[in-house]
């Protein structure tokens, strides 16, 4: 039987607040290591995305957090994209009481940033390029920070961050806690737990690629004419969608189309401002929309319940990829529908990639009637004028003016989606040994140990 979050040392305040927004049981990943971050230990967690990441780091970061001055956060948590660190921020706010929560990331003013910090924030959230930014404009100081979270850490590696990771970890305080979460625990993540974590406790939940072997994956023969026909008819028989094209302007165009044929769609990747990232992301989650166009930008940064299919509309360049962009469906025991759009030339390469990672379906003719019977919550049929009321365009990118879809009683959801689960809180002082400083450099530390005696003891260089 899994623990309270009472049981797990987290204050009744915090219950509260979490059962206010029916969070009432924690999920694995937080049962499995609320009591040791509560406990002062650096964790390093395997999860996959949609297992509730978010509460069991979130939880005990803000617990008896001392308080921040002008500039100089306490805490500090690491994200890999504007969207992610966008939704981190939210949630910790949702239970975080008198504590102020910041966020920074790019493609937004500076202004409002650098009031938040000159005001004073006990947590930072941040993407890495814009921290650095402010780092160096003499807006923020991590010298205080003694609590680091590294959310979807191997993300940040395929993304090209490592460097900017280590020079802000170097950053933060000598004896500081470092809590680390990712879907694979292999490569520069490994590097990186090796050199900034000391003799963490590591805990594994689930199955590597739970949300992609839990989907039904399709392979539709199609020429490249075809594609956006088809993509409007998968979607057209299950929504909400996330098609994954391979270029901004790719994506764009796709949505324009898609809205032309009565598929309500918007566009979201790199090129467009933070406003018409956030609006679209809004109007997805809010079922204003039937699909959203990305690029790889939000096969990780995104996490958003309730998705019924991922479509392929280019192919990812590797297994790697598919498995990121796939796992946007089928997650937390939900069912979900992976559609591929394959080309002539692609069978092959696309055959022995999905080979690669245990999938061994044929590339068939596109059924959109079998694919509507795949789905556990299928759209109902629509036609162009249905799903165009009048409502202003707002920016849409496809130009389309019309109120996002009414669904029948089967596609009803009872509430808002968003990150669900629970999480933790930490025993301050507890389990910590004395931890020298000094230098610069890396910190160096036991990595991949599974037990823990006693107290944690030990010096660090850096």
């Known amino acids: ?70 500039k100089r956060p306490s805490g500090l948590v690491l994200a890999p994209t504007r969207e992610l660190a966008d939704q981190i921020h939210v949630e910790l706010k949702r239970f975080a009481g008198n504590v102020r929560i910041g966020v920074v990331y790019g493609g937004v003013g500076y202004g409002p940033q650098i009031k938040s910090l000159r005001d004073g924030v006990e947590v930072l959230v941040a993407c890495p390029g814009r921290l650095e930014d402010l780092i160096q404009q003499g807006h923020v100081d991590l010298s205080n920070v003694s609590r680091v979270v590294l959310d979807e850490a191997d993300r940040m590696a395929d993304m090209g961050f490592m460097p900017a990771v280590r020079r802000l970890l170097d950053a933060t305080a000598d004896d500081r806690q470092t809590v680390l979460f990712s879907a694979t625990l292999d490569g520069d993540v490994a590097k990186l737990t090796r050199d900034y974590q000391h003799h963490p406790v590591r805990h594994e939940v689930g199955d590597e690629t739970p949300d992609v072997t839990s989907a ?19 979607i057209n028989a299950v929504w909400p969608a996330i098609v994954f094209c391979r270029t901004r302007h790719g994506a764009d165009r796709l949505a324009k189309r898609l809205g032309r044929a009565g598929v309500q769609a918007a566009a979201i990747h790199g090129g467009r401002s933070q406003g018409q990232r956030t609006r679209a992301l809004g109007d997805f989650t809010k079922n204003r929309v039937h699909a959203l166009i990305a690029t790889d930008v ?49 069978t092959n390469d696309v055959r022995k990639m999905a080979r690669t990672i245990g999938i061994d379906d044929a590339v068939t003719v596109p059924d959109t009637h079998a694919l509507r019977g795949l789905s556990s919550t299928p759209a ?58 000094g230098g610069s450099g890396s910190r160096k530390g036991g990595a991949n140990s599974r037990s823990r005696s006693g107290a944690r003891s030990g010096s660090r260089s850096r």
Request: charged share 25%; with cysteine.
């Open 216 to 234: 039904h994956h399709v392979f539709w023969k199609s020429r490249q004419d075809q594609r956006t026909e088809l993509t409007a008819e998968a």
């Open 1 to 70: 039987m899994s623990p309270t979050f009472a049981q797990l040392g987290v204050p009744e305040a915090i219950c509260r607040a979490l059962e206010a927004n029916g969070i009432t049981a924690p999920f694995a990943i937080q049962a499995a290591t609320i009591e040791d971050s509560l406990a002062g230990y650096d964790v390093c967690g395997r999860a996959p995305t949609g297992s509730g990441k978010t509460l069991a780091f979130g939880i005990p970061l803000v617990i008896d957090i001392e308080r921040a001055t002008p």
């Open 380 to 437: 109902p049929e629509r036609t162009p004028a249905e799903v165009r009321a009048a409502e202003p365009a707002d920016e849409r990118p496809q130009g389309s003016r019309g109120q996002g879809p009414k669904r029948n009683g089967s596609r009803h959801r009872n509430g808002p989606r968003g990150n669900s689960g629970p999480a933790g809180g930490r025993k301050r002082g507890q389990g910590r040994g004395n931890r020298g400083g």
């Open 298 to 346: 939000a096969a990780r940064g995104i996490h958003v319940d309730g998705v019924a299919a991922v479509i392929h509309f280019d192919p990812p360049e590797d297994h790697k990829t598919y498995v990121h962009r796939s796992g946007r469906t089928a997650r937390a025991g939900d069912g979900g529908v992976v559609v591929s759009l394959v080309q002539p030339d692609q």
